[in-house]
């Protein structure tokens, strides 16, 4: 079948039962750079790479394991789904049509994994981008997120309770980008600083 002929197919399916099919695979690729604080690159550095809408993404083993060359980068490669959305902008009236590729990035975390969820949300404004992060629970998977703590602004390990405060997230997102060529590859591009903590 062709593309546009299951273009018309899923919204016919919609049309008559109100079902959305399943979103068909798309070819992303996502290229990703990691520096130190003073903007050097990081070199060497175990990462593993993953996208939102890969089976069991927040699986220990989902995606990719890689390390990062002498500019700190490495690339990911893989076809999945894109989701879709409607987000809140400016107006909390007014809802934004977007498409969303989540990108997981599993770093190290003071000796432990974590893995850094980022959401961009491609709207007609550009990309939005956010950032969590995430343990690994009882169950193996990464869904136990780090604890906030609004009254100093910092970070505590959520398997810790009272234990020491973080003046951060251990890496911050720098730069992100969305696009999608005319060939209908979706290419993201991130760079990422790895932080040192200040304990408090």
Aim: aromatic share 8%; glycine share 12%; hydrophobic share 40%.
């Amino acid at each position: 079948m062709s593309k546009h002929g299951g273009t018309f197919f899923a919204g016919l399916l919609t049309f008559l039962f109100g079902v959305t099919p399943p979103a068909m695979a798309e070819p992303i690729q996502v290229n990703a750079q990691f520096v130190r604080e003073d903007g050097g690159p990081l070199a060497g550095m175990p990462v593993r790479v993953v996208i939102g809408s890969e089976k069991a993404a927040r699986a220990p083993g989902a995606g990719k394991s890689m390390t990062t060359d002498a500019q700190g980068r490495v690339r990911y490669q893989v076809e999945a789904p894109i989701k879709q959305r409607r987000i809140k902008l400016d107006s909390i009236f007014a809802r934004h049509d977007s498409r969303l590729v989540e990108v997981g990035i599993e770093l190290e975390l003071l000796g432990r994994r974590a893995l850094y969820w980022i959401e961009i949300d491609l709207v007609k404004a550009g990309p939005l981008a956010g950032i969590y992060v995430f343990l690994p629970g009882r169950s193996g998977q990464f869904d136990l997120p780090l604890t906030f703590h609004e009254k100093n602004h910092s970070w505590s390990l959520p398997d810790q309770p009272g234990g020491m405060l973080l003046t951060g997230t251990g890496a911050r997102l720098l730069e992100h980008d969305l696009q999608i060529s005319p060939a209908g590859v979706w290419t993201v591009t991130l760079r990422m600083e790895k932080q040192k903590f200040t304990v408090r």
